[in-house]
């Protein structure tokens, strides 16, 4: 008999784990959850307390049947998945399915009250001496062997935490995601803390539309001192009172007075300033930073960092866990990991880079004190050391970490800051500038790590501006004046860094789940990113509107927070999870009561709109189909085949990309799975992205699952409004459009170089319609009616006179014949495979 049966998630980490315990213990993986709610049904009644009915998850069968086989030979089994609240559900359901009396229990369960499997197991647990429970927040051999030593009972309030949160999710998943299917189209979904984050999205972008933009002027005063170099300084006000220049015709007024000013130092205040080292990752912040720094996604990062804690291959060394647990809200470090760290940056930059006592930072009230936060699990492990084994954006991130680390616990970086006003004295007017400027003295935890920032602030200006020696009294120098007109600026589109830390701000989801968060808003595209912003599409703008009006409290804001707020309470054992469940339930049903009475069905919408049909000239209507909402002509009946079928594309959801977007556009996009860059490559079913790393990762994705294909910019010029003009990817393929959409609604045509032969005034175009297939047209459609569905070609046809030629597919190769149908005229196109002799 072995000595013990350890069970983890990962074969990466089983692997790791088995050397460092050696051949006395079996090490295997459950590979992630074993039991979950069933698909085909909600699984938990309401009426009951809440029951739950798991199930092994189809597919896990066999892993099971081979855990079970080895528990059977083992005196101990070892649960060890991560030390969080999935890790301790996983335990208790792989308990349950392990106990040795689990058999005779699901017997008596069927005749007895109905019980939650988590609870079950822990309840029975005890009938099964050999099953404990076992936790590391590093996967090295000092860290496995100590959580060895001391094996602990399952943590009933982590269960029950995490199976709160199952069962919220489920029942808002369940039954929110079928009334979408009847009111707007099948396919769609709701989530509890999805949907809330979605709102954000919506919510900015609706801010950003609503916007108006304000003038502004700045008025800088280029200067010289008695002593080199010269400086900008800004004008504030008059005298003591700050004025703000909304126009340029006052900007004129004071740059005139300002011309024959005497300018003279009013006051230069210097003053030694400090900027203390940033704690060490969470994972919202190792989020952020990776997003903002290395351009990864939140999804991408954590994978990386999982991979990390589970352990490389280090050359002679073997497998080595490079980081601490990866999910985490804590920034507590370990005092021998502090140890070690202080010694590290002693002996490397010297001691006036080492605190007299080690930092500490203030703790969130809802951090798990258990955990520790991200760091290497050894400071001098130097990231070149270890660079040779790992893949490039592995390196990446564990030099982020590493740097964030050992940064963490160094002296703070000093500046000398100075600020200088100044007087321009005009006649009996005193205007007011300023200018305020910092030099590093000692550059302290900046040695080694910076913490990334959305945009510049006042102290990168501050470090642009370097300043000569200045005193009060001292007379300067009026080199040039340069008064500049500005606009305010909406608010920025969230990308992940920025989403990810609104949603922590706010307490809404944990960092665990954020990663998961985006992904699904993107998958279910009711999200897409362009130019690494996030852009709700229409579909995610019409579920938010319709969900938001109709469960007023499921998706507020601060009760999702508060729910997160309960879940940790249920987590401590503050609060039972029946009774969290039952207040949240009282609320959900009564909004799920008004929303299947009250919601609209956009199935059944038709709205009027200015806009006249291409084809007859009458009204068109905006109606909703399964790719979203499009133009249709008002004459249309079904019931009526007559009537006019004409539709095309609302464009509705074009975003108004400004230029700091345009340019982000280009940015590589990576695959989910391996890390690698993903191509844009051609099938039979179109264009889809592909991961370069085939055959090896055969990941793709189509171009409308949850990204859009980047925008081009181009460097023609907009007929209307002179912006440029970008390459745009619609539903039915490229087109050229201007990039001040929706202010400009120009729309490039594309040309074919002849003239309507209906009307002998406008220029045929190539259009597309709705079902994708391609028809040209006239240029002055609607009022010109004409259409074929062959390409026509500017040349009278030799036999009938007929004024042009089309272009046609035949079997045996693309022809050039006469539209006329009483004429047979025909012959192959000049180079064509397969041509056949002109008739």
Same mark, same amino acid.
């Given at each position: 008999?072995?000595?013990?049966?350890?069970?983890?998630?990962?074969?990466?980490?089983?692997?790791?784990?088995?050397?460092?315990?050696?051949?006395?213990?079996?090490?295997?993986?459950?590979?992630?959850? !074993?039991?979950?709610?069933?698909?085909?049904?909600?699984?938990? =009644?309401?009426?009951?307390?809440?029951?739950?009915?798991?199930?092994?998850?189809?597919?896990?069968?066999?892993?099971?049947?081979?855990?079970?086989?080895?528990?059977?030979?083992?005196?101990?089994?070892?649960?060890?998945?991560?030390?969080?609240?999935?890790?301790?559900?996983?335990?208790?359901?792989?308990?349950?399915?392990?106990?040795?009396?689990?058999?005779?229990?699901?017997?008596?369960?069927?005749?007895?009250?109905?019980?939650?499997?988590?609870?079950?197991?822990?309840?029975?647990?005890? =009938?099964?001496?050999?099953?404990?429970?076992?936790?590391?927040?590093?996967?090295?051999?000092?860290?496995?062997?100590?959580?060895?030593?001391? @094996?602990?009972?399952?943590?009933?309030?982590?269960? =029950?935490?995490?199976?709160?949160?199952? !069962?919220?999710?489920?029942?808002?998943?369940?039954?929110?995601? @079928?009334?979408?299917?009847?009111?707007?189209?099948?396919?769609?979904?709701?989530?509890?803390?999805?949907?809330?984050?979605?709102?954000?999205?919506?919510?900015?972008?609706?801010?950003?539309?609503?916007?108006?933009?304000?003038?502004?002027?700045?008025?800088?005063?280029?200067?010289?001192?008695?002593?080199?170099?010269?400086?900008?300084?800004?004008?504030?006000?008059?005298?003591?009172?700050?004025?703000?220049?909304?126009?340029? &015709?006052?900007?004129?007024?004071?740059?005139?007075?300002?011309?024959?000013?005497?300018?003279?130092?009013?006051?230069?205040?210097?003053?030694?300033?400090?900027?203390?080292?940033?704690?060490?990752?969470?994972?919202?912040?190792?989020?952020?930073?990776?997003?903002?720094?290395?351009?990864?996604?939140?999804?991408?990062?954590?994978?990386?960092?999982?991979?990390?804690?589970?352990?490389?291959?280090?050359?002679?060394?073997?497998?080595?866990?490079?980081?601490?647990?990866?999910?985490?809200?804590?920034?507590?470090?370990?005092?021998?990991?502090?140890?070690?760290?202080?010694?590290?940056?002693?002996?490397?930059?010297?001691?006036?880079?080492?605190?007299?006592?080690?930092?500490?930072?203030?703790?969130?009230?809802?951090?798990?004190?258990?955990?520790?936060?991200?760091?290497?699990?050894?400071?001098?492990?130097?990231?070149?050391?270890?660079?040779?084994?790992?893949?490039?954006?592995?390196?990446?991130?564990?030099?982020?970490?590493?740097?964030?680390?050992?940064?963490?616990?160094?002296?703070?970086?000093?500046?000398?800051?100075?600020?200088?006003?100044?007087?321009?004295?005009?006649?009996?007017?005193?205007?007011?500038?300023?200018?305020?400027?910092?030099?590093?003295?000692?550059?302290?935890?900046?040695?080694?790590?910076? &913490?990334?920032?959305?945009?510049?602030?006042?102290?990168?200006?501050?470090?642009?501006?370097?300043?000569?020696?200045?005193?009060?009294?001292?007379?300067?120098?009026?080199?040039?004046?340069?008064?500049?007109?500005?606009?305010?600026?909406?608010?920025?589109?969230?990308?992940?860094?920025?989403?990810?830390?609104?949603?922590?701000?706010?307490?809404?989801?944990?960092?665990?789940?954020?990663?998961?968060?985006?992904?699904?808003?993107?998958?279910?595209?009711?999200?897409?990113?362009?130019?690494?912003?996030?852009?709700?599409?229409?579909?995610?703008?019409?579920?938010?509107?319709?969900?938001?009006?109709?469960?007023?409290?499921?998706?507020?804001?601060?009760?999702?927070?508060?729910?997160?707020?309960?879940?940790?309470?249920?987590?401590?054992?503050?609060?039972?999870?029946?009774?969290?469940?039952?207040?949240?339930?009282?609320?959900?049903?009564?909004?799920?009561?008004?929303?299947?009475?009250?919601?609209?069905?956009?199935?059944?919408?038709?709205?009027?709109?200015?806009?006249?049909?291409?084809?007859?000239?009458?009204?068109?209507?905006?109606?909703?189909?399964?790719?979203?909402?499009?133009?249709?002509?008002?004459?249309?009946?079904?019931?009526?085949?007559?009537?006019?079928?004409?539709?095309?594309?609302?464009?509705?959801?074009?975003?108004?990309?400004?230029?700091?977007?345009?340019?982000?556009?280009?940015?590589?996009?990576?695959?989910?799975?391996?890390?690698?860059?993903?191509?844009?490559?051609?099938?039979?079913?179109?264009?889809?992205?592909?991961?370069?790393?085939?055959?090896?990762?055969?990941?793709?994705?189509?171009?409308?699952?949850?990204?859009?294909? @980047? =925008?081009?910019?181009?460097?023609?010029?907009?007929?209307?409004?002179?912006?440029?003009?970008?390459?745009?990817?619609?539903?039915?393929?490229?087109?050229?459009?201007?990039?001040?959409?929706?202010?400009?609604?120009?729309?490039?045509?594309?040309?074919?170089?002849?003239?309507?032969?209906?009307?002998?005034?406008?220029?045929?175009?190539?259009?597309?319609?709705?079902?994708?297939?391609?028809?040209?047209?006239?240029?002055?459609? @609607?009022?010109?009616?004409?259409?074929?569905?062959?390409?026509?070609?500017?040349?009278?046809?030799?036999?009938?006179?007929?004024?042009?030629?089309?272009?046609?597919?035949?079997?045996?190769?693309?022809?050039?014949?006469?539209?006329?149908?009483?004429?047979?005229?025909?012959?192959?196109?000049?180079?064509?495979?397969?041509?056949?002799?002109? !008739?």
């Amino acid at each position: 008999m072995s000595k013990g049966l350890v069970i983890v998630e990962s074969p990466a980490k089983a692997k790791t784990i088995q050397k460092y315990l050696g051949k006395g213990f079996t090490v295997d993986a459950s590979y992630g959850h !074993v039991k979950d709610l069933p698909k085909s049904s909600l699984a938990v =009644d309401v009426e009951n307390d809440f029951d739950t009915d798991y199930v092994v998850i189809p597919g896990k069968e066999k892993v099971l049947a081979k855990l079970k086989k080895l528990a059977l030979s083992a005196d101990k089994i070892y649960l060890a998945p991560d030390p969080d609240r999935e890790g301790e559900a996983i335990a208790a359901h792989l308990a349950d399915e392990l106990s040795e009396d689990s058999g005779k229990k699901k017997k008596k369960s069927k005749a007895k009250t109905k019980k939650s499997d988590a609870a079950s197991a822990i309840d029975d647990i005890g =009938d099964d001496a050999r099953i404990r429970r076992v936790t590391f927040n590093e996967i090295t051999q000092k860290a496995v062997r100590a959580a060895f030593e001391h @094996p602990r009972d399952i943590d009933r309030n982590l269960v =029950d935490a995490q199976q709160a949160r199952r !069962v919220l999710d489920r029942l808002v998943g369940y039954q929110v995601s @079928p009334l979408l299917w009847d009111k707007v189209r099948r396919g769609l979904s709701a989530g509890r803390v999805q949907t809330v984050a979605l709102r954000l999205i919506v919510d900015r972008e609706r801010e950003i539309k609503a916007f108006e933009k304000k003038e502004y002027w700045t008025i800088d005063a280029h200067l010289a001192g008695p002593k080199p170099p010269a400086f900008d300084a800004r004008f504030l006000g008059k005298g003591e009172e700050k004025i703000e220049v909304t126009n340029g &015709e006052d900007a004129e007024k004071i740059r005139a007075a300002l011309e024959h000013a005497d300018w003279v130092v009013r006051s230069a205040e210097k003053k030694e300033r400090r900027r203390n080292p940033t704690p060490p990752f969470t994972t919202s912040k190792l989020q952020q930073d990776s997003s903002r720094k290395l351009r990864f996604s939140v999804k991408r990062t954590m994978m990386i960092a999982q991979r990390l804690y589970e352990g490389i291959e280090l050359g002679e060394e073997g497998l080595v866990g490079l980081i601490t647990y990866m999910r985490t809200d804590s920034t507590r470090v370990s005092p021998d990991a502090i140890t070690e760290v202080r010694e590290y940056v002693t002996k490397e930059y010297g001691p006036t880079y080492v605190p007299e006592s080690p930092n500490t930072y203030k703790e969130k009230k809802e951090a798990q004190a258990a955990h520790e936060a991200i760091r290497p699990t050894s400071a001098m492990r130097q990231p070149d050391q270890v660079k040779q084994y790992l893949q490039e954006d592995e390196f990446k991130v564990y030099k982020l970490i590493w740097q964030r680390f050992v940064a963490s616990q160094m002296t703070p970086a000093v500046f000398d800051q100075t600020t200088v006003d100044i007087d321009a004295k005009s006649g009996s007017d005193v205007f007011w500038f300023r200018v305020t400027g910092s030099v590093m003295k000692f550059d302290g935890f900046l040695k080694v790590y910076e &913490e990334s920032k959305e945009g510049k602030d006042e102290e990168d200006e501050e470090l642009k501006h370097k300043l000569p020696p200045l005193e009060a009294g001292q007379k300067l120098t009026l080199k040039e004046l340069k008064p500049e007109q500005h606009f305010t600026e909406p608010p920025p589109r969230y990308n992940e860094a920025s989403l990810v830390k609104e949603l922590e701000e706010r307490g809404i989801g944990r960092p665990s789940t954020y990663a998961t968060i985006l992904s699904t808003i993107q998958e279910r595209q009711y999200a897409t990113k362009i130019g690494g912003k996030f852009t709700p599409t229409e579909i995610g703008l019409v579920v938010t509107d319709l969900l938001v009006e109709n469960f007023k409290d499921i998706f507020d804001f601060q009760y999702t927070a508060h729910l997160e707020e309960e879940l940790d309470d249920i987590e401590e054992g503050k609060e039972t999870w029946t009774d969290t469940l039952a207040e949240f339930y009282k609320k959900f049903a009564k909004d799920l009561k008004y929303a299947e009475k009250h919601m609209e069905n956009i199935k059944r919408m038709e709205k009027p709109t200015d806009e006249k049909c291409e084809l007859c000239g009458s009204p068109l209507v905006i109606k909703w189909g399964k790719h979203g909402s499009f133009y249709a002509c008002s004459t249309y009946d079904k019931e009526n085949p007559d009537t006019c079928k004409f539709t095309k594309e609302n464009p509705i959801n074009l975003p108004d990309l400004d230029s700091a977007d345009l340019q982000e556009t280009a940015q590589e996009e990576y695959c989910e799975n391996c890390g690698r860059v993903m191509v844009l490559k051609r099938g039979r079913f179109g264009q889809f992205m592909a991961c370069t790393g085939y055959p090896d990762c055969k990941t793709t994705r189509r171009l409308d699952q949850g990204k859009r294909v @980047p =925008d081009i910019p181009l460097e023609e010029k907009c007929p209307d409004c002179g912006r440029n003009m970008i390459i745009r990817h619609g539903r039915f393929g490229e087109f050229t459009s201007c990039s001040g959409y929706p202010e400009c609604k120009y729309v490039k045509q594309n040309f074919i170089g002849v003239k309507c032969p209906l009307c002998g005034e406008g220029e045929l175009v190539e259009k597309r319609a709705r079902k994708g297939n391609t028809f040209y047209g006239c240029s002055r459609s @609607p009022k010109c009616k004409f259409t074929s569905a062959a390409k026509p070609i500017p040349e009278k046809c030799p036999d009938c006179g007929h004024e042009f030629l089309v272009e046609r597919l035949r079997k045996d190769g693309p022809v050039i014949a006469c539209p006329n149908k009483e004429c047979d005229y025909e012959r192959a196109v000049e180079g064509a495979a397969g041509a056949i002799p002109a !008739v």
